[in-house]
């Protein structure tokens, strides 16, 4: 579910579940989007990337869906683990640059 | 094959003393960027350098801020005279091109102000 103030939004899923994460990025002109992890401690990693001329790509367990009618991103982790647990952020890149614009992310816990 | 590598992980400093953070690119790759992440916010970027170049310090604050990376050497974020709005995790990531993606990160440096 979302909550607002200071607080990441949280995901609570069971072993198993499959997991949506959402993201509503900002610049109708973003045209590559990544989605990073980041578990406590540690730095962002790469998950999965799209360019704005395709509407989804899959990857192992993961899956990114691109709405750009309505700026809104999506991973969906399917057969969620344990070790998925972290938070995760989606990063925007408009016409070409190099700097990227980061989500402020959500927290995904998984249960055993 | 490692990859970018920052050090110290933590730094402790009392206000008014300088920090010294290092980032060591992964192999191969000469860009660096910088990126400041404050409890429970995003990454914001900070600035973009390639060897002896800074390529863009758009995001960085005007004053006691500054960044180098040397032709020989990790790249180096320096603060002086630090405050407590300063404490945050500072993070480095490369690539192996201009604009390359995707940026490989490093596990940052969380600096801490007394």
């Known amino acids: 579910g979302e909550s607002v103030g200071l607080h990441l939004p949280t995901l609570s899923v069971q072993e198993g579940d499959n997991s949506i994460i959402n993201c509503a990025y900002s610049?109708?002109?973003?045209?590559?989007f990544i989605w990073y992890k980041q578990e406590s401690g540690k730095g962002p990693q790469f998950i999965i990337d799209i360019r704005s001329n395709m509407d989804k790509r899959q990857g192992q367990r993961v899956t990114v869906l691109l709405n750009k009618t309505v700026k809104h991103l999506s991973l969906q982790i399917a057969a969620t683990q344990p070790g998925d647990s972290a938070v995760y952020f989606c990063a925007e890149f408009t016409g070409g640059s190099y700097i990227p614009t980061f989500g402020r992310g959500t927290s995904l816990i998984v249960h055993p | 094959n490692a990859g970018v590598m920052q050090n110290p992980r933590h730094l402790v400093r009392r206000r008014g003393q300088e920090a010294r953070l290092r980032c060591s690119p992964m192999k191969g790759h000469s860009h660096v960027y910088w990126y400041r992440q404050l409890p429970e916010e995003g990454l914001k970027f900070m600035v973009y350098l390639q060897k002896e170049n800074i390529i863009d310090e758009s995001g960085m604050p005007k004053e006691r801020f500054s960044a180098e990376f040397p032709k020989e050497g990790p790249s180096i974020l320096r603060i002086q005279q630090v405050v407590r709005g300063d404490s945050a995790a500072y993070f480095c990531?490369?690539?192996?091109?201009?604009?390359?993606?995707?940026?490989?990160f490093g596990d940052g440096t969380r600096l801490s102000i007394l």
């Open positions: 610049n109708s002109a973003s045209d590559y």
């Open positions: 990531a490369s690539s192996d091109g201009q604009g390359g993606q995707p940026q490989h």
